[in-house]
């Protein structure tokens, strides 16, 4: 990329990678090539492109750029040909886009890709959070003042293959913003069950991270621990 990159996320199956630049740009990988598969250039994206990640089990490509977010379907070719190697037959194209409600630029964005999920949440500049249900293509609720400050990060409970949780531990969900702690959240409630101040985050923002078996939090902290 030419700017500074944004987020970079792996595929379900583990042979690509998906990233994002400040430059505008979308890029997809193959893990066992140095040139990109496929290339979105700043003629189709406004702003700068903040996240980006595969969704529905690698069916679709999910990004947030300005105060909305795209859902784009996508094919990559993967044939081998020395005559026409330098024409690209990957393409990719735009199904829908969703706007956020009130806010300027959308801070975090969060969907499940290890299973297949319809719900897609976001975090704006406004200090709102915002769930949006993409089987009806809308959105289904919002949560105004969040935190006291933006979000910086959604972190949903999706498990793992290799460990077992109750079916509603997957309505669980965790929020961070600099200066207010991380809070966990449950969908069916859309209301804060707890909330978590033994860290330090007043002025970086600090990742957190929740374990496989789900009955565990990791989060950074500026105290170096």
């Known amino acids: 990329h030419d700017g500074a990159i944004t ?6 199956d583990n042979n690509w990678l998906v990233s994002s630049s400040e430059d505008r740009t979308l890029k997809i990988w193959s893990v066992s090539s140095a040139e990109p598969s496929l290339c979105l250039g700043n003629d189709i ?6 996240s980006a990640q595969f969704y529905y089990i690698d ?3 999910l990004l947030s750029c300005g105060a909305e977010f795209y859902l784009l379907r996508y094919y990559l070719d993967t044939s081998k040909d020395e005559i026409k190697r330098y024409r690209t037959k990957s393409i990719c194209k735009s199904i829908q886009k969703f706007p956020m409600s ?3 630029e959308i801070t975090s964005l969060a969907a499940v890709n290890d299973f297949y999920s319809y719900i897609v949440l976001a975090a704006g500049s406004n200090r709102a959070l915002e769930i949006f249900d993409l089987n009806v293509g809308c959105s289904a609720a919002l949560i105004r003042d969040a ?9 949903q409970n999706k498990g793992s293959s290799f460990s ?6 997957y309505n669980l969900f965790l929020t961070a913003a600099i200066g207010d702690g991380i809070k966990l959240w449950d969908l069916r409630t859309l209301r804060c069950e707890r909330r978590f101040e033994g860290h330090n985050s007043r002025c970086h923002p600090c990742g957190i991270s929740v374990s496989p078996c789900g009955q565990f939090i990791a989060c950074g902290s500026e105290d170096k621990c």
């Open 7 to 12: 987020s970079v996320g792996w595929s379900h």
């Open 45 to 50: 994206f406004h702003k700068s492109v903040r």
């Open 59 to 61: 069916t679709f490509i």
């Open 102 to 104: 009130s806010t300027v």
């Open 147 to 155: 935190h006291s400050r933006s979000i910086h990060q959604i972190c």
């Open 164 to 169: 077992c949780q109750p079916h509603e531990a």
